[in-house]
């Protein structure tokens, strides 16, 4: 495992901008933190669960070539994107159409927690940008002495293991507000359009962004 990892000084420098980058607010942030505003704690860390699982997905994509391939490859790269932002948009839709009870703190189904977590991963997967940050981030902290695909998957994991942690502390946060929240005059009527709306900014300002800026 030590054979994996860069020497420590090379391996703190990893960990602070790791840090750095997993704090910095980006779709699926804004992704987990309004699913916790909104419907509650369990959602949000249902929806951290699905970004780890995607965003771990991307980086056995960048090990394995993928990126590689969206770099040389810009058809793929745009074909990838526009999937990934109209998912954003499809959510945003099934938001507005969704009944106002269904999107309210107090309904915390199972179903509706696996729902969450799949749309989580597919957000966080349908990110072609990602994979490309991880293909030219993570080799700079590579060297020679052990195999480039098990470095760039260990330290992938471990990036994608802090993030996790940041993203538990931004949905927590957003949970312990999601009550009084809830309370607010107005709120729930105004739940969905919130939800709604955001998911298809979300998707619009992916569809037209340009380089990777945040998670």
Not at 189 to 201: E, W
Request: proline share 5%; glycine share 10%.
């Amino acid at each position: 495992m030590n054979n994996l990892l860069p020497a420590w000084p090379q391996l703190l420098a990893f960990l602070i901008s790791s840090f750095v980058l997993a704090v910095t607010p980006g779709p699926c942030v804004l992704y987990i933190v309004t699913r916790s505003l909104l419907q509650g704690r369990r959602f949000g860390l249902a929806s951290v669960a699905g970004v780890a699982l995607g965003n771990l997905g991307n980086v056995l994509g960048a090990s394995i070539g993928l990126a590689a391939l969206f770099t040389v490859s810009s058809f793929a790269f745009v074909i990838i994107k526009y999937a990934g932002a109209l998912y954003l948009v499809y959510l945003g839709i099934q938001a507005l159409r969704t009944p106002q009870t269904e999107i309210e703190p107090v309904d915390r189904k199972p179903a509706h927690l696996w729902q969450i977590f799949r749309d989580g991963f597919i957000v966080a997967l349908l990110n072609p940008k990602t994979a490309v940050f991880f293909a030219s981030f993570l080799p700079q902290f590579m060297s020679t002495g052990a195999v480039p695909i098990l470095q760039s998957i260990t330290l992938g994991s471990l990036f994608v293991a802090l993030a996790a942690v940041t993203d538990t502390t931004y949905a927590l946060a957003s949970g312990a507000v999601a009550p009084a929240l809830a309370r607010a005059l107005g709120v729930r009527a105004f739940g969905r359009y919130l939800i709604g709306g955001t998911f298809i900014g979300l998707g619009v300002f992916t569809a037209f962004s340009g380089s990777f800026s945040g998670k």
